[in-house]
């Protein structure tokens, strides 16, 4: 390459071993993106490594790269994993013929690709610009800027260093793990002045050693949000999953001042989930963090404010202003709430799984952990979609995957298609009828007791790694005194409240419960919280924009 002004310029890179297509691709990107951007196209694998690696010695930025998928001696997936060391900020897009879409789905999980495109992408300002133009936004908010990692020094079996790794990675905090047993690990601990007999240590992007921080000192730490900027808003969304940034997105852009309380990550379970397949707009699904990444960032673009590792302990009503209480005393009040809290999955009630908790028994998709699955047997407890996905996420890499269903069989409450998934799957075994009656081990998980309730024998089996995936509890005990629940906790709204003809008790309007209203004016419920909602990302994400439709009624006759 050449040495030019052009060198400055943040690069979009491209790699195709056809030249009619090469200069194709190139050209178009050009035509849009040139008088901006430096355009640099390869035409195989190695000879964009190389670039790439010249481009790094220069201190020059890469933004989005291109890879085709069938190339000669390294395809596109395999540069882009090798690419990835280089500039991990990168968009990634593989280009691929319809023949290779399996391909690119699998790449998504591979590689994290961001995008991929069918050729030919004719024409380009329909198929092409525009997801060159949202990588680009992505890319120019986040990874467009120096990275600071966070540094994790802990145990593989420590269930807190575990919980610490699950933190930051669903709240998107770039942060690199050491074991405490490997050289650079200790070397770490020799620096902090640390024993290592209380893990994690995390050394943040200025230097400061915590030792078994909490989340929230750790978010402040690490440049998340904690602190609400004012005291009074319009609207207060408690829940960052699908439902409370759905209402967000629609609550902010619709001139709402918003925050929204969270008081872990943002995506709840649905930011959990290694792969979304039956979501409008997604074809060939969408993973949890990249969905969630998505809506965060959309929501954050129209005005509203998130808070990271708050819990809500308390609903007061003051008048007119509705008031969250968190634990420390301090509260945000607001015109109007939305209760998007979510649900949990409900803890594994059995002999040994308590204590082991993080140390081989997980609850949700443990993705921080999941590389340590390769090559093993990975147990998998729950019979609905969310199982299901994970099931197909772990078989890509474990030698076996058990999916252990209390129920005769998987149809009654996993999606067709996804069921299809999974009995194909060459790696799955499903055994219905089967609970798990005991967890095994020491240190970490070493077996488990299973039994079969249908014809009452047991088994232990050798298991290092299960994944939980059952139930679904509310965590709405905060909310004792003020909202109604039904017998389960789930938030009684509208109809619920007025299965008799009449309004709820103490209920101070004339008119009904709006739908999503719960028993106090003001206040409302979306999503998985909600009683009797449907427990779907797209349900939860429609009831959190009909919420905000139904606050603006509620503050327009207020």
Not at 398 to 416: E, I, N, W
């Amino acid at each position: 390459m050449e040495e030019t002004a052009d060198a400055v310029r943040t690069v979009l890179l491209t790699v195709d071993d056809d030249p009619a297509v090469s200069r194709a691709v190139a050209r178009d990107l050009r035509r849009r993106y040139g008088e901006k951007y430096r355009v640099v196209r390869a035409e195989s694998g190695a000879a964009a490594l190389e670039a790439l690696r010249e481009l790094k010695l220069r201190g020059a930025a890469v933004a989005v790269i291109l890879a085709d998928y069938r190339m000669p001696q390294m395809n596109g997936v395999e540069f882009l994993e090798e690419a990835l060391d280089l500039f991990p900020g990168a968009r990634r897009v593989l280009l691929t013929a319809y023949a290779d879409t399996n391909a690119a789905i699998d790449a998504i999980n591979v590689v994290d690709l961001d995008h991929y495109l069918l050729k030919p992408w004719e024409p380009p300002e329909e198929k092409l610009y525009p997801v060159v133009d949202a990588l680009l936004e992505s890319w120019r908010e986040t990874a467009g800027r120096t990275v600071a990692i966070t540094k994790v020094v802990g145990h593989r079996w420590s269930a807190r260093s575990t919980q610490i790794r699950e933190f930051l990675a669903r709240n998107q905090v770039p942060y690199r793990w050491y074991s405490s047993e490997e050289p650079e690990g200790r070397r770490l601990l020799a620096a902090a002045g640390h024993n290592g007999l209380q893990l994690p240590l995390v050394v943040t992007p200025d230097g400061t050693a915590l030792v078994e921080p909490d989340e929230r000192d750790l978010a402040a730490r690490v440049g998340l949000s904690t602190t609400p900027a004012a005291d009074f808003y319009d609207l207060v969304i408690v829940g960052a999953g699908p439902a409370g940034l759905g209402a967000a997105v629609y609550g902010a852009s619709e001139g709402l001042r918003t925050v929204v309380v969270e008081r872990e990550a943002t995506g709840g379970q649905a930011g959990q989930s290694s792969r979304i397949e039956n979501y409008l707009g997604f074809p060939d699904g969408v993973s949890g963090v990249q969905l969630t990444d998505r809506a965060r960032r959309q929501a954050v673009k129209f005005g509203a404010e998130l808070l990271t590792a708050c819990k809500v302990t308390g609903l007061e009503v003051n008048g007119a202003a509705r008031t969250v209480r968190f634990p420390d005393g301090s509260a945000i009040s607001a015109h109007a709430v939305i209760l998007a809290t979510g649900v949990s999955y409900r803890q594994l009630d059995v002999p040994g799984a308590a204590g082991l908790t993080g140390r081989g028994v997980y609850y949700g998709s443990a993705l921080t952990e999941a590389s340590a699955c390769q090559g093993q047997d990975v147990y998998i407890v729950g019979g609905a979609n969310s199982a299901g996905q994970a099931a197909m996420f772990f078989a890509r890499t474990a030698r076996k995957v058990t999916l252990l269903v209390r129920g005769p069989q998987l149809a009654a409450s996993m999606s067709y298609y996804l069921l299809q998934r999974v009995e194909d799957a060459p790696t799955i075994t499903v055994r219905t009828d089967t609970v798990v009656e005991a967890a095994h081990g020491k240190e970490h998980l070493e077996g488990l007791t299973l039994r079969n309730h249908a014809t009452g024998e047991t088994a232990t089996v050798d298991a290092q790694w299960l994944y939980v995936f059952i139930g679904a509890a509310p965590l709405t005990d905060w909310l004792d005194g003020t909202v109604l629940r039904d017998p389960y906790g789930f938030v009684l709204t509208g109809p619920d409240l007025t299965a008799d003809g009449r309004p709820p008790a103490g209920w101070p309007l004339d008119r009904p419960p709006y739908h999503l209203e719960t028993n106090v004016p003001g206040v409302f419920a979306a999503g998985d919280v909600r009683s009797a909602s449907p427990k779907r990302v797209a349900s939860a994400v429609g009831e959190g924009a009909m919420a905000v439709m139904l606050v603006h009624r509620y503050l327009e006759q207020s």
